[in-house]
């Protein structure tokens, strides 16, 4: 009963320690990218029936996964935390007010540093850079859609549709991706087939990029019960859209130009408030066929190698931003979730420390590549299962016995054409007299 015992207690101290080891604390600082035991990263599909309890952190944090964390994340073991995740040898990120972020190397995958990263939160408009990835390869540019009185009638920030034949998908996306237009963003779902069926595909494209976090309700991102996402699978979604060069055209657009009704240069100005408001345009004999639009992102223009991508806000999910950049060749992606206040400035330093460190620290995980395609299953050929036996002889070896049956069908083949001419060749000798 002793032996018993004692190997008890050690069974269970080792499954203590290897809980320890795969959940880290919350609010622990995770240094390098190695794991205590030696093992290294990890990747592959996550767990989620192996939820590990994690300390709280705050009464309010935006997450919706409350106080679990996932026991095997994908991307590698130590994205599993919840806390401070960062390498040794280099200072820390600089402190922002997110309650989520991710620093990674857009070319080669490599996750810099995190916090909280496969937490699950509100994505708020950074959802729209699924959309954009969804319909983007499924969409023609030059296709004219008239949008229906429900995507115009959207709530949030719009770009201000009609529903009029008077767009292309191109300006749909630019709206969408440029202004955060959520009424684009329905235009475009109507014309992928329709809501159910972009929601579809954007989930089934969710899947395919790995990003397991993710679960889209609407097509623009604003809040309903059940959608969600993290930083890392923002960063995944980001770098697939970074791929796609008319993508990134949008996202980098500062100013653009936007189709305008007939009837424009009678309406006030969208963004204006009040009857009375100085900026409310005189009426015009001939409206413009367009108006200007201008991209939310405040460091496009500011900030050296800015890329773009997405920016969002709810009351809910509060701030979120997901961007790019590129310098010297290298391009680093950031994204924040649920932030409370203004964080272009946290956004521009955490980009500084990602061009800092890139190339020079141990990574902390990785973005890992979009699953692999199906391979399709070739069908049998109907005549594939009819062999004769000249087509299973064996063709090598050289000798008589391996050649035998081709031998004997060829003589066979011989003594039956014979006999066929001898018979024709009598049947003609005995007519001969009746011909002229």
Same mark, same amino acid.
């Given at each position: 009963m002793g032996t018993n015992h004692r190997a008890l207690v050690a069974a269970l101290?080792?499954?203590?320690?290897?809980?320890? +080891?795969?959940?880290?604390?919350? *609010?622990?600082?995770? /240094?390098?990218g190695d794991l205590a035991d030696g093992s290294g990263l990890e990747t592959g599909s996550p767990e989620t029936e192996g939820l590990v309890s994690s300390s709280p952190?705050? +009464?309010?944090?935006?997450?919706?996964?409350?106080?679990?964390? &996932?026991?095997?994340?994908?991307?590698?073991? !130590? !994205? *599993?935390?919840?806390? !401070?995740?960062?390498?040794?040898?280099?200072?820390?990120?600089?402190?922002?007010?997110?309650s989520a972020f991710l620093i990674a190397d857009a070319d080669t995958g490599q996750v810099l540093a995190a916090k909280d990263p496969h937490g699950h939160y509100r994505p708020a408009s950074t959802l729209k850079t699924l959309?954009?990835?969804?319909?983007?390869?499924?969409?023609?540019?030059?296709?004219? &859609?008239? @949008?229906s009185q429900w995507a115009c009638d959207e709530e949030g920030s719009a770009v201000g549709i009609v529903p009029e034949p008077i767009y292309q998908i191109d300006d749909l996306m630019r709206a969408m991706l440029i202004v955060s237009g959520n009424d684009a963003a329905d235009a475009l779902a109507e014309a992928n087939g329709s809501l159910a069926k972009t929601l579809a595909d954007m989930n089934k494209e969710a899947r395919k990029l790995q990003a397991y976090d993710t679960v889209a309700k609407t097509p623009n991102g604003l809040d309903k019960p059940g959608?969600? $996402?993290?930083?890392?699978?923002?960063?995944?979604?980001a770098r697939a859209g970074l791929a796609m060069p008319d993508f990134r055209k949008y996202v980098s657009t500062k100013v653009s130009k936007f189709p305008a009704p007939k009837d424009d240069g009678k309406k006030?100005?969208?963004?204006?408030?009040?009857?009375?408001?100085p900026g409310t345009p005189t009426p015009t004999k001939t409206p413009p066929a367009y108006y200007e639009i201008a991209n939310h992102n405040k460091l496009l223009g500011k900030y050296k190698g800015m890329i773009g991508i997405k920016n969002g806000y709810t009351t809910k999910a509060l701030g979120s931003f997901v961007g790019a950049a590129s310098r010297n060749g290298h391009t680093i992606i950031v994204v924040i979730m649920h932030h409370p206040g203004g964080f272009w400035?946290? /956004?521009?330093?955490?980009?500084?420390?990602?061009?800092?460190?890139?190339?020079?620290?141990? @990574? /902390?995980?990785?973005? &890992?590549? =979009?699953? %692999? =395609?199906? +391979? %399709?299953? %070739?069908?049998? $050929?109907?005549?594939? /299962?009819?062999?004769?036996?000249?087509?299973?002889?064996? &063709?090598?070896?050289?000798?008589w016995t391996d050649r035998a049956p081709l031998v004997a069908t060829a003589v066979l083949g011989v003594g039956v054409v014979g006999a066929i001419a001898l018979g024709y060749g009598l049947r003609r000798r005995r007519r001969a007299p009746d011909q002229p």
């Open positions: 101290m080792t499954t203590t320690l290897i809980g320890l +080891t795969a959940a880290p604390a919350a *609010g622990s600082t995770i /240094v390098r952190t705050s +009464t309010d944090t935006g997450r919706l996964n409350g106080e679990q964390t &996932v026991a095997n994340p994908i991307g590698g073991r !130590l !994205l *599993g935390g919840r806390g !401070l995740i960062a390498p040794t040898g280099i200072a820390p990120p600089p402190k922002t007010e997110a959309t954009a990835v969804t319909l983007i390869p499924k969409l023609d540019k030059d296709r004219w &859609v008239k @949008p959608q969600r $996402s993290s930083a890392y699978d923002l960063a995944l979604i006030k100005d969208r963004n204006t408030q009040g009857d009375d408001d400035e946290e /956004v521009a330093k955490l980009l500084d420390w990602g061009f800092a460190a890139d190339g020079k620290v141990t @990574p /902390v995980g990785e973005l &890992v590549k =979009p699953t %692999p =395609p199906p +391979t %399709p299953t %070739p069908k049998a $050929s109907s005549l594939a /299962v009819r062999h004769s036996p000249v087509a299973q002889a064996p &063709v090598s070896g050289g000798g």
